[in-house]
């Protein structure tokens, strides 16, 4: 049995990720879990496509360790959405205390499930989910994933676009983390040349490619449907590693590291195994000068978000 759970089911992510892992045939009970009830008749509709998933719906508190237990991957998209103005950080008030409840039934119900964790700010809410499994003691950081995929299929499709190259065979990685400048992609590894102007208008779209979003919605919302599809290919990524037992699987994503000294999470590139990370690669070596730049300019922010993310689950357990 493969189980995975999309906790925040019912929402602008949560539906078009649904539907994507319903295509995923290596998914054999896929559980969505919402507070919005309408999660049970998203449920029922996607319950009429013909592939293996069994899908069920589970609505409020009450259902959610039936949700939960069996499941092989846990994805949590659950969580208040940007609007034009807010950053980030900005969500973390209410979000933290979203993700920190559902990181603790997790705790309790699957505590070997990989965490997939979207809800922003990715670069606070995985060390809260990491603090809830430590207290828990069932804590193990090769399974607790910050989803920084969309980061990446932004800067393939960004590269594409401009080298007019095919974006699905473009492979640029984006490392560090998951908002503005701890946004750090590495485009020296992209195979491509640029010139200097390229360079800076490049990076900045993919740094604030969410905030591109965010004004095109105007007040709706944020990205919903290319986080479904990121978010859909690193559960394929995790399920062919783990489930399909492929070997070289590889994303970029946000998890506990030790690739950057004095910063316990960071995003760069992971080899996906049986049991979750099996490889964290170090930052590339050749960085030039104008990453070496954006990764100074990231250490401060990331290492304030992770403390915010470390000291909300400590204040909120004394
Ligand atoms: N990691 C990434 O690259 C990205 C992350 N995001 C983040 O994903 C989150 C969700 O975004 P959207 O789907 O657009 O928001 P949305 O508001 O459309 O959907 C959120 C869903 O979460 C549900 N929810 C709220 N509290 C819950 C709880 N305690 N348990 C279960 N479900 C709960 C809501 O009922 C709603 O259905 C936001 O925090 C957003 O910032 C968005 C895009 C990219
Ligand atoms: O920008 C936002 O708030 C949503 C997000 O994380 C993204 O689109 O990368």
Redesign the pocket.
């Known amino acids: 049995m493969v189980k995975v759970a999309v906790?925040?089911?019912?929402?602008?992510?949560?539906q078009p990720l649904s539907l994507l892992l319903k295509g995923n045939t290596a998914v054999t009970e896929l559980a969505l879990?919402?507070?919005?009830p309408i999660?049970v008749g998203v449920a029922a509709d996607l319950s009429h496509i013909n592939t293996p998933a069994k899908v069920t719906g589970y609505k409020g508190d009450d259902e959610l360790e039936r949700a939960l237990t069996g499941a092989h991957i846990v994805v949590i998209?659950?969580?208040?959405?940007?609007k034009p103005g807010m950053t980030?950080d900005d969500?973390f008030k209410i979000?933290a205390g979203?993700v920190k409840?559902?990181a603790t039934a997790a705790a309790k119900y699957c505590p070997k499930a990989f965490l997939a964790i979207?809800?922003?700010p990715?670069n606070s809410t995985v060390p809260i989910a990491a603090e809830v499994f430590k207290a828990a003691g069932v804590h193990d950081p090769k399974r607790i994933f910050?989803?920084?995929?969309?980061?990446i299929t932004r800067a393939n499709t960004f590269v594409g676009e401009l080298k007019k190259t095919d974006p699905t065979a473009t492979s640029v990685p984006v490392i560090g983390g998951?908002s503005g400048v701890t946004i750090i992609p590495i485009l020296s590894a992209s195979g491509h040349t640029f010139t200097d102007a390229e360079r800076e208008a490049l990076t900045q779209r993919i740094q604030y490619g969410?905030d591109e979003v965010v004004k095109a919605k105007d007040g709706a919302?944020?990205?919903?449907l290319s986080?479904a599809y990121?978010g859909a290919r690193f559960v394929a990524s995790l399920l062919d590693a783990s489930v399909g037992k492929k070997t070289g699987v590889k994303e970029c994503t946000y998890v506990q590291s030790t690739a950057v000294e004095g910063l316990e999470y960071f995003s760069t590139v992971v080899e996906l195994g049986p049991d979750g990370a099996s490889k964290i690669h170090p930052i590339p070596a050749n960085l030039d000068a104008h990453e070496q730049k954006l990764l100074q300019a990231a250490i401060p922010e990331l290492k304030a978000n992770i403390q915010k993310g470390v000291d909300f689950v400590k204040a909120v357990s004394s």
């Open positions: 906790l925040g089911a019912a929402g602008g992510i949560g879990y919402d507070v919005a999660v998209p659950a969580g208040i959405p940007r980030r969500l979000n979203i409840t559902l979207i809800s922003n990715v910050g989803v920084t995929t969309l980061d998951h969410g919302g944020s990205a919903t986080m990121a």
